[in-house]
């Protein structure tokens, strides 16, 4: 079992970040101004910060139902970074019609993966990929006439996640995104925390440190605070927020989530146990 007090931490914890993803939701989408639609990739901004924040509350749930849950929160831990530097990539030129044609490329994206699908005999509902298409190409005329065209990948419309990570300058945090797909991808470096050893001399235990929870939980919040931000600012640019408008996160509140997270909390004890049905 984890120490009490560490599991009270943690707990506090993850209901800071539960509250704080809720507090970010309200912030951005309490009100909808008319301006909004004229450029795309804030509409769309704002549809990646639902995928954001619900991918947080989720992680929160997961981490409710229990600790040893770990490696179903790092999938969501995953996929809540990659809405969000996805996000940030479309967000981070100054420029609005620059922002305009990454959107562009994003578009591109899902105009190919449509197409994909409909070739598998899986064609996803709503829009054809003959009606995107005809949509992609009118922006991307419009765009031209402006001087703008839409960035690339090297195989596909949009850019590779590290290409992204790299023009934002966290491409550090690579090494995140490949930790946290070993549980998706099902890896033997994802088992490891049931195994101990190989061969002969292996032994089956559960082995949870509580560290882990509390880089996850921080690694979560630092993504939703950081692409929150960054579409609250476009959102002041274009005037769809005003320039006062308040940072979804109080200062207090932000000094209490880090006061359970900093180093000060130092977690030394690991759960081992045998492997087992049930929770502990």
């Known amino acids: 079992m984890m120490p009490e007090h560490e599991a009270r931490d943690l707990t506090s ?15 951005l989408h309490g009100s909808q101004a008319s301006g909004l ?5 804030s509409c769309e901004a704002l549809l990646l910060h639902v995928l954001v924040v619900r991918h947080t509350e989720a992680f929160c749930g997961v981490a409710r139902e229990g600790f040893e849950c770990l490696p179903s929160a790092q999938v969501l831990a995953r996929a809540a970074f990659e809405v969000a530097v996805r996000c940030l990539w479309m967000l981070a030129p100054s420029d609005p019609f620059a922002r305009e044609a ?11 993966d449509s197409e994909k699908l409909a070739r598998a005999g899986a064609a996803p509902p709503g829009l054809t990929t003959t009606e995107i298409r005809r949509f992609r190409s009118s922006v991307e ?19 590779t996640f590290h290409a992204m990570l790299t023009d934002l300058s966290r491409v550090q945090d690579y090494a995140n995104y490949m930790r946290l797909s070993k549980p998706v991808h ?6 490891a925390m049931y195994r101990r050893g190989l ?66 909390r130092v977690f030394r004890a690991r759960t081992v146990r045998r492997l087992t049905a049930g929770r502990s």
Not at 37 to 41: D, I, K, V
Not at 146 to 159: E, L, N
């Open 186 to 191: 099902g890896t033997l470096g994802a088992t």
């Open 102 to 112: 990454r959107w562009l490329a994003l578009l591109e994206e899902w105009e190919q």
């Open 13 to 27: 914890a993850i209901d800071c970040l539960y509250e704080a993803a809720g507090c970010a939701l309200s912030s």
């Open 37 to 41: 639609g004229y450029y795309e990739s």
């Open 141 to 159: 005329q419009l765009l031209a006439g402006r001087g703008y065209s839409k960035p690339r990948g090297r195989r596909s419309a949009a850019p």
């Open 199 to 264: 061969g002969n001399a292996k032994v089956f235990v559960e082995d949870i440190d509580p560290r882990r929870w509390r880089d996850e939980i921080a690694f979560v919040w630092r993504n939703l605070d950081v692409v929150t931000g960054r579409i609250a600012a476009v959102l002041q640019e274009i005037n769809v927020l005003p320039a006062e408008h308040p940072p979804f996160a109080s200062v207090e509140f932000r000094r209490r989530f880090e006061d359970l997270l900093g180093p000060r």
